[in-house]
């Protein structure tokens, strides 16, 4: 740019001093100039473009007769022209970034004495053929991991270019490595200057090279362009900006610049202290600075956790020992810290679970030595391995365990090592992984782990693939876990559902049945308590006397049906019979007391080992027995007579449980009644006649004398 500058002003100097000597040629020979008629030219000022070819017409002079044209010696740049003929013409190209203007002087003689003077100015016209220019073309810079966004990388004096032609440069930045060029930026289409836009990973990459271009047009345009190119190298030097990792880790972000790692779990039997450093699973405990070009040196503690301190790890190498027993059954939960000695705020924690359990003095192990199975080419994957030689029986493989009374331990899982076409489950079952697509021998290594002292036993395992038939039958047909899973399910929810409808239909059809068969196998079990079930007088009867109130009575007992279920054509009939009339009523009456006879007589026959019941309900004093009772109504005895107790009308004849399970059983015994009338047309009259009073039966051996 500076070079540029000293160029302009050279040539306005020059410029300058070439329109000074031209204006002194003008006034010292104006007048022989416009006195004189020898000599003229075309054009006293003419343009000529830089970069011209030899021989190129400046202005024609025109010549009078008698006159001779040629040019002056003494003219600063005489030495650029010549005349041909009539011609002025340059020998020689000219450049703008070197003489902008160009002065000459003609002169015109007829004689000796006789000589005029013509001064011409030629103007050269710049033109863009210069290319810009770097001050250096190559340059290196080393730069951090660690430099902070937007700051300056390259500055602006060390990339800026110039232009011979003083034109306006233009400048773009690019790269030459894949996937750096975001990280890196100019601050304007018009300055140079390289900035850092992206914080860098030095994991992605640790060096580039840039590419910085400088033209003398914008891109785009229908014109000539110079492009010049500097190459920038940026080397990346890794800094500490990562605390240590434990391993193993996982990556959770696509700039791996996060690794999360897992819990360490080991086992320790209960009240026994071992010596050795502990076996941990993934595997022992182990930090790496992730900004590996440096290395930093990393330190462990064990900063929570560590009850009654069981446990100590050891500072360099992170090995887990015991410092006394473990008397606790339960688990231990211990906080690890692993720290950069340079930097204690470079730092990580990880879990490490150490279960305490009971000794464990035997290993799994396998009774065969091996197992052999077969398997058809093309199955679904998770179908069964069967046994060789029976098609119908799953391989199962199954280890035992000394430490177990019947050797089974609970805590057994089977997995497959060295094969991964085949699968085993928690139950042992050999099962296939993939579909097998050839026949052929798969000889693999199944393994039984016990899950809490992490002890291992293995046996080998001969599956035979054989080629699949060309037609299976239904009956043939092999079906998976998942398909005999899936039919058990739904028959057991069919079952579900048959034995729930079964119950509500029972109930709706038979329910009043069995309810009525129930309370009479109860009153049989129980033959000195009978009710008579017609009474429908109020449980609490009025005492009172009540001298409008008929003292007869009408006993009735029970109409006792021969069937419990009627068919449909004795429905009909039922159905169809007339209205039953005053005189089949007391037809009726008498099938009752027929009936209410012979009951009467099966009651004697199963009470006959029990006290004598006799009626407490009669008109009649027998007063030869004395340890008969007898309730007369009021109405009809003079209570001025021996023995006779007057009961006031609101006492109570009974206690209140006696009431209640009378109330319950009258009320069921009324509801079995309805239905069975209701079903045989059968119907009782009274005439309209209410009853007065019930015969009823009672054991005077259970009762108190007080409840007469």
Not at 517 to 545: C, M, V, W
Request: charged share 25%; net charge negative; glycine share 4%.
């Amino acid at each position: 740019m500076a070079l540029g500058l000293e160029k302009w002003i050279s040539s306005t100097l020059q410029f300058t001093m070439g329109v000074s000597l031209l204006l002194l040629a003008s006034v010292l020979f104006l007048p022989l100039s416009v006195t004189a008629q020898g000599c003229s030219v075309s054009n006293r000022n003419p343009s000529v473009p830089e970069n011209n070819n030899p021989g190129y017409v400046v202005t024609t002079i025109s010549v009078e007769p008698g006159f001779t044209a040629m040019i002056d010696p003494s003219s600063p740049d005489g030495n650029y022209f010549i005349i041909q003929g009539s011609e002025l013409q340059l020998n020689r190209s000219v450049d703008y970034e070197t003489d902008t203007v160009l002065l000459v002087t003609l002169t015109c003689e007829k004689s000796a004495v006789e000589s005029y003077s013509l001064s011409i100015i030629v103007t050269i016209i710049n033109l863009n053929d210069n290319s810009p220019v770097f001050k250096e073309t190559s340059l290196t810079r080393v730069i951090p991991e660690d430099t902070k966004v937007n700051a300056t990388i390259v500055a602006r004096e060390d990339v800026s270019a110039s232009d011979a032609d003083l034109d306006i440069i233009y400048y773009k930045l690019d790269s030459t490595v894949q996937n750096t060029s975001d990280y890196f930026a100019i601050k304007g289409v018009n300055n140079p200057e390289i900035y850092l836009q992206k914080a860098l990973n030095y994991d992605k990459f640790n060096f580039t090279t840039l590419l910085l271009y400088a033209m003398d047009n914008i891109e785009g345009m229908n014109v000539t362009i110079h492009t010049a190119t500097a190459t920038i190298n940026i080397v990346i030097e890794q800094a500490d900006t990562r605390p240590p990792w434990f391993l193993p880790c996982t990556f959770i972000d696509a700039d791996r610049s996060i690794c999360i790692s897992s819990t360490y779990t080991g086992r320790v039997n209960m009240s026994e202290m071992s010596t050795e450093p502990l076996t941990l699973e993934p595997g022992p405990i182990y930090a790496i600075d992730p900004d590996y070009i440096l290395n930093e040196k990393i330190v462990y503690s064990i900063v929570g956790g560590n009850a009654d301190n069981v446990f100590s790890v050891d500072a360099d190498t992170g090995n887990l020992t015991m410092n006394k027993v473990a008397a606790s059954p339960n688990s231990y939960l211990l906080q690890v810290m692993a720290t950069q000695v340079n930097n204690k705020q470079k730092y990580s924690i990880a879990n490490v679970e150490i279960q305490v359990i009971n000794k464990s003095d035997h290993a799994p192990y396998f009774e065969p030595s091996f197992y052999a199975g077969t398997v058809s080419v093309g199955l679904d994957p998770r179908s069964f391995v069967f046994q060789a030689g029976d098609s119908s029986r799953p391989l199962m493989i199954t280890a035992l365990d000394d430490d177990f009374p019947d050797k089974v331990n609970p805590n057994i899982e089977y997995y497959i090592r060295n094969n991964t076409n085949f699968i085993a489950t928690k139950d042992g079952l050999i099962l296939t992984n993939v579909m097998l697509d050839s026949p052929g021998t798969a000889i693999m290594e199944a393994v039984a782990k016990d899950t809490v002292s992490l002890q291992e036993g293995s046996t080998a395992v001969t599956v035979e693939i054989i080629a699949a038939k060309a037609e299976i039958s239904s009956s043939d047909k092999i079906y998976t876990a998942q398909d005999m899973g899936i039919l058990g399910g739904i028959l057991a929810a069919l079952l579900l559902i048959a034995l729930v409808f079964l119950g509500v239909m029972i109930y709706k059809q038979y329910g009043k049945t069995v309810k009525f068969l129930i309370n009479k196998k109860f009153s049989k079990d129980f033959p000195g308590s009978y009710d008579n079930q017609a009474y429908r007088q109020d449980e609490h009867p009025d005492l009172s006397t009540n001298k409008q109130e008929s003292t007869e009575y009408i006993n009735v007992t029970e109409i006792q049906q021969p069937s419990l279920f009627l068919t449909p054509s004795s429905e009909q009939e039922i159905h169809e019979l007339p209205q039953t009339s005053p005189a089949s009523t007391i037809v009726s009456d008498q099938k009752v007391e027929e009936e209410e006879e012979e009951e009467e007589e099966k009651v004697e026959e199963d009470t006959k080992n029990e006290k004598e019941v006799k009626s407490i309900l009669k008109t009649d004093r027998n007063e030869g027995d004395p340890g008969y009772k007898a309730v007369w109504f009021k109405t009809d005895v003079d209570p001025s007579g021996e023995n006779v107790e007057v009961i006031d009308d609101n006492a109570a004849n009974y206690d209140d449980d006696s009431d209640q399970d009378l109330q319950e059983n009258e009320e069921e015994e009324e509801d079995y009644k309805d239905d069975h009338h209701r079903d045989s047309g059968m119907f009782l009259a009274s005439d309209n006649s209410s009853f007065q009073a019930a015969e009823v039966s009672v054991n005077m051996s259970t009762r108190d004398d007080s409840g007469a």
